[in-house]
């Protein structure tokens, strides 16, 4: 299958039984493989809801610069959003991430800005709410608190995973930010 952007790659992803997971025949178990999402993860979702929302309220333009601060997958996929888009994306991130993140965002061109390690995620938090008042070009969609973030697996998510299985009877899900 042929798409014209990487963008239409996000979503629709594989719903696969694990058949060796199954603890008794009658049972059957799914997976949903969201790491085949194009930046390897569910973030990706929700990075593209938040930013097309964004994008039709009028509040992110072309001259707006994402910040957003992560340590870790929402980051990446903002950044190849952000990238894909046109947009300027800075991570605010804490300096003890991994250098596999750091890498992952420089590929896609993320500026990144580090907050102090010691203070953890809520460090770099308070610090990219601190550098999106200081200049009116940052736009943060603050995936913590994005009502498109729950609204892109309420729309996307579960109502592929209700079009595989209408006869689900049981529902297990990580928990996380997005």
């Known amino acids: ?39 390897g993860s569910i973030k990706d979702r929700i990075a593209k809801k938040m930013i097309e929302e964004a994008e039709a309220s009028g509040k992110l333009t072309t001259d707006s610069i994402l910040i957003e601060p992560t340590s870790g997958n929402t980051g990446i996929a903002l950044a190849m959003i952000a990238r894909v888009k046109g947009y300027s994306f800075t991570a605010v991130m804490p300096d003890n991430v991994t250098r596999e993140r750091r890498q992952m965002l420089e590929l896609y061109g993320a500026h990144i800005i580090y ?23 940052y736009f943060m969609l603050y995936q913590y608190g994005n009502e498109a973030n729950p609204r892109a697996h309420y729309e996307g998510t579960a109502q592929e995973i ?3 299985l209408p006869d689900l009877d049981v529902f297990v899900a990580g928990l996380g930010t997005g």
């Open 162 to 164: 209700i079009d595989d």
């Open 1 to 39: 299958m042929r798409y014209s952007s990487i963008l239409d790659t996000i979503g629709n992803t594989p719903l696969v039984e694990l058949k060796s997971f199954s603890p008794r025949p009658d049972v059957h178990i799914f997976a949903k493989l969201e790491g085949a999402n194009p930046s």
């Open 115 to 137: 907050s102090d390690g010691k203070q953890g995620s809520n460090g770099a938090v308070r610090l990219a709410k601190e550098l999106a008042q200081s200049d009116e070009r």
